[in-house]
């Protein structure tokens, strides 16, 4: 489509200017609550070879399983798509729960640590955990509560047995925390009843006490300590139309879900999944910004968020090189923003408008980088269609206050391996990120990192603010013992906490993200 037609394909955006968009749409989009969609899933995946050369050895132990044949101990092609939902909404499981066992559908969440579900009736599930039903349940006595700026949930922590019909065979003993109260939780038309948390101990709540459920898994099934995701949404509506698929691999990596090289990328800190941003592109124009501006203050892969997230400045700064090499004219701020929709008619294809994005994350040789690039069937998201001629759509990028999150935007165009034993993070091209037979993303490299800081993620590390604090609690310890022994009233020394101190779901990333 030529640049002399494709501009006057938009028709209006909502909330507009023009009379016909008031006076058909009243009220803005809410992208934190998604609508349901409603129609048949799309075809299975079709399994394929793999191919690429930086796909590493199979390791013993903890280290990378590749796919096993079936029957094995760990049937990897057993798992493919046995996850369903899409961005809009999140991609879930089916897990049975306690003796007999309960069925619930449970959202993939890599940006969380704990595995919770709905333990009693509520307007906006469909069912719930009863744990008087089952003779395996064992109480722990412990209350837990997770907060968000739109919701909130309060539990007590439990144990129960569980068992993946698309997973690992056997069954496993994991902690539950059975929700008891909620509020903006469970959204209407959701069709998961719960959530499962991987990642890392650290943001388990109450404390990272409570071993995660994949923790779990690796200790009592001896599988190694990797999973793989793969979420099929891309250029496919985020709701109003149906449910895609996906695969969650516990255990190792399943060659049928990409083709092409494996990219890995170091995790920073094993708490969320972090990484080290390098740079970003905008139809191959970089955006000249500082690196540490990617990562402030992170940078993280994260499934249970829905957009790609950019510290403020990143996102100005990118929205800005969009609007300049899109052949939108006068494309109003409301987009942007996420308040306002874009409707084209149902002839036209609106991606053709606008400039692939990059990421350059760095690789494990720390001289070298890499990109992984999304087209905007990835960030041009089909939402809503208006009657029988108009398409709208949303932006899949929002800003954010604190951290740059690579959400189910960016994630559906690869098949994302999360190695643990190895303290990486795997991207490579999946073969379901395709819109009309054409692929919606791509991996390029190696690149030189002579460009950029040979570090760009803040010096000062989690553990190092821990430490950094206890040597301050411990430093007025003594302070306080050598005025107590002195022959007058000791002033008190504290160090003051703040909310930042801790590290959980109620920490700031938290606030922003979309469940």
């Known amino acids: 489509m030529g640049a002399p037609r494709a501009a006057p394909a938009l028709l209006l955006l909502l909330a507009g200017s ?58 990897f092609v057993a798992m493919v798509d046995n996850l369903q939902g899409d961005s809009g909404r999140g991609y879930y499981l089916e897990i049975l729960i306690g003796t007999p066992p309960q069925a619930l559908n449970i959202l993939v969440d890599t940006g969380s640590s704990n595995f919770a579900v709905a333990g009693v009736p509520d307007p906006d599930v ?54 008891l109260e909620s509020e903006n939780f469970f959204l209407p038309g959701v069709k998961w009843q719960g959530i499962l948390g991987l990642a890392y101990k650290t943001l388990a709540k109450p404390s990272s006490s409570v071993e995660t459920f994949f923790d779990s898994l690796v200790r009592q099934a001896k599988i190694p300590n990797i999973f793989s995701l793969q979420m099929c949404g891309a250029g496919l509506p985020v709701s109003g139309s149906g449910t895609n698929g996906g695969s969650l691999v516990l255990g190792g990596i399943e060659p049928s879900l990409y083709k092409g090289d494996i990219w890995y990328t170091p995790i920073k800190e094993e708490w969320y999944y972090q990484v080290e941003i390098l740079k970003l592109e905008v139809g191959g124009q970089n955006l000249e910004l500082d690196c540490r501006e990617y990562n402030a203050d992170k940078a993280i892969v994260d499934s249970g968020t829905t957009l790609l997230r950019l510290p403020q400045k990143v996102f100005i700064a990118l929205v800005q090189a969009i609007a300049r090499t899109s052949l939108v004219q006068e494309f109003s701020s409301g987009f942007w923003t996420g308040s306002q929709l874009a409707c084209w008619d149902k002839t036209e294809r609106p991606w053709s408008l606008f400039p692939k994005l990059s990421i350059y994350l760095r690789d494990e040789n720390s001289s070298r980088s890499f990109r992984i690039s999304i087209l905007p069937q990835l960030y041009i998201q089909p939402i809503l269609g208006i009657g029988e001629n108009l398409q709208c759509y949303r932006f899949g990028i929002s800003s954010s206050s604190n951290a740059l999150v690579i959400g189910a935007t960016v994630m559906e165009g690869f098949y994302v391996i999360f190695d643990r034993a190895q303290r990486r993070v795997g991207f490579a091209v999946s073969p379901c990120a395709e819109v009309d037979g054409s692929p919606v993303s791509e991996i390029e490299g190696p690149f030189t990192t002579a460009d950029v800081a040979s570090n760009c993620v803040s010096s000062v590390s989690f553990q190092e603010l821990w430490i950094a604090s206890y040597a301050l609690m411990s430093l007025c310890g003594v302070i306080l013992l050598v005025l107590i022994i002195r022959p007058f009233i000791p002033s008190r020394c504290q160090h003051p906490y703040t909310d930042n101190d801790v590290v959980n779901d109620e920490s700031s990333l938290v606030r922003h993200r979309w469940k």
Request: hydrophobic share 35%.
């Open 126 to 179: 469909t069912s719930y955990f009863n744990t008087d039903l089952s003779s395996t349940y064992k109480p722990q006595g412990i209350d837990v509560t997770v907060k968000y700026s739109q919701g909130s949930w309060t539990g007590v922590l439990g144990t129960d047995v569980i068992t993946i019909p698309k997973g690992i065979d056997g069954s496993y003993t994991i902690n539950i925390a059975v929700i």
């Open 18 to 75: 023009l009379g016909l968009s008031r006076a058909l749409f009243s009220l803005p989009l809410r992208v934190s609550r998604p609508a349901l969609p409603a129609g048949p899933p799309p075809e299975p995946l079709v399994l394929r070879a793999a191919s690429g050369t930086r796909q590493p050895e199979p390791l013993g132990g903890g280290g990378l399983a590749l796919a096993s044949e079936p029957g094995g101990a760990i049937n």
